[in-house]
């Protein structure tokens, strides 16, 4: 209903609404769609890119694509029977900085890649977790309790794991894992609670820690580093830091900066890299991108892309090996954390 008010006053005709707990399985069963893009809690991100690709739909959905190993198989081997897309909506892997480096990186600019970190550094704490308004049922609070490990995987992972091939010449084969206690949701919730009785159930829960650490090795002995923290005051970070034979890129903390050497070149350099290494479609439509929005323009270029390949035929950017290997950290990450850092081999969903 939302979104058929933003289409009204836009002046174009309304849209058919689908509404209530099922209301989706309707939508997937329509025969008049090609593609289900998912913005559902994530605990509806597998049941409905599944049921889309068995009704013959393409489906893209929001991060995770699983939240359990089980789910990311079920996804998989799915697409794999119906011989249907299905790609995550990872929009960090379109922002402009990691489209440079990607691209830089296949260029062979900083030579071989041995190490790269990623993380989802984001203080949602008051104005998202404990906000009443802010998701329904409080379902993202909720997801951050019993669940002790690295719950949001893909925004810092995505990109870096394009850069390291992964899927294609190189996977995921273990990692470790480890997390601080939680120094801060228990405490705000005791607070709000002081407040609003409405508060009081999420009071002395086993809130997941401020900070998860997760390092993953890889089968050719390369290295990723990942982190997560969403409830501590640190400035906002997803670190994108790529690091090779004869370079390296990191986008936080800011200024972006790259390097071919023991110091960081100089800004004018930075520009030229943007001018000359910037992939075509960011020259097609990066200025309508900025200009439209959406996370500074990178959702209107991960929209635009899936559309195109869709369209004429082409293999997509992500196919759906890659949320299966990306979204396997949001369980194994826990697993590891339960077992004292034990060592956890990843699946290779290929």
């Not at 174009?12 to 893009?37: F, H, Q, R, T």
């Not at 104005?127 to 002790?148: H, P, T, V």
């Not at 997560?228 to 830091?241: C, G």
Request: proline fraction near 4%; glycine fraction near 6%; charged fraction near 25%.
């Amino acid at each position: 209903a939302k979104a058929n008010n933003i289409l009204e006053k836009a002046g174009l005709p309304k849209a058919k609404e689908y509404s209530g707990e099922n209301g989706w399985k309707a939508m997937c069963e329509s025969k008049e769609i090609d593609l289900v893009y998912n913005c559902t809690p994530w605990h509806l991100h597998t049941p409905i890119s599944v049921y889309a690709m068995k009704n013959g739909k393409h489906a893209a959905s929001e991060v995770n694509i699983g939240e359990t190993i089980d789910e990311c198989w079920q996804v998989v081997e799915t697409s794999e029977k119906t011989k249907k897309h299905c790609m995550m909506l990872e929009n960090c892997c379109y922002d402009f900085f990691e489209l440079l480096t990607l691209n830089m990186v296949r260029q062979g600019l900083f030579g071989e890649l041995i190490h790269a970190e990623g993380a989802y550094i984001h203080d949602l704490s008051k104005d998202y977790l404990f906000n009443k308004k802010a998701y329904a049922d409080m379902w993202r609070l909720k997801e951050n309790i019993g669940k002790n490990g690295n719950l949001y995987p893909t925004h810092g992972l995505g990109a870096i794991a394009q850069c390291m091939n992964i899927n294609r010449g190189d996977k995921f084969d273990h990692l470790v894992s480890m997390s601080t206690n939680d120094f801060t949701l228990n405490n705000m919730a005791k607070e709000m609670a002081s407040k609003d009785d409405f508060f009081k159930e999420y009071v002395d829960r086993p809130y997941r820690g401020n900070m998860n650490t997760t390092l993953i090795k890889t089968n050719k002995n390369k290295s990723i580093m990942l982190q997560h923290d969403v409830s501590s005051l640190l400035p906002y970070s997803r670190i994108h830091l790529v690091s090779g034979t004869k370079g390296a890129a990191q986008k936080w903390p800011g200024p972006e900066r790259i390097a071919f050497g023991h110091r960081w070149i100089k800004k004018e350099e930075v520009d030229a890299l943007y001018k000359k290494y910037s992939p075509p479609i960011v020259n097609h439509i990066g200025e309508i991108a900025k200009e439209v929005g959406g996370h500074g323009g990178m959702d209107f270029i991960m929209d635009w892309r899936l559309m195109d390949c869709l369209r004429n035929g082409l293999p997509l950017d992500q196919n759906v090996y890659d949320p299966a290997a990306w979204s396997s950290i949001f369980h194994l990450s826990q697993q590891s954390v339960k077992a004292k850092s034990k060592s956890i081999d990843v699946p290779d969903f290929t």
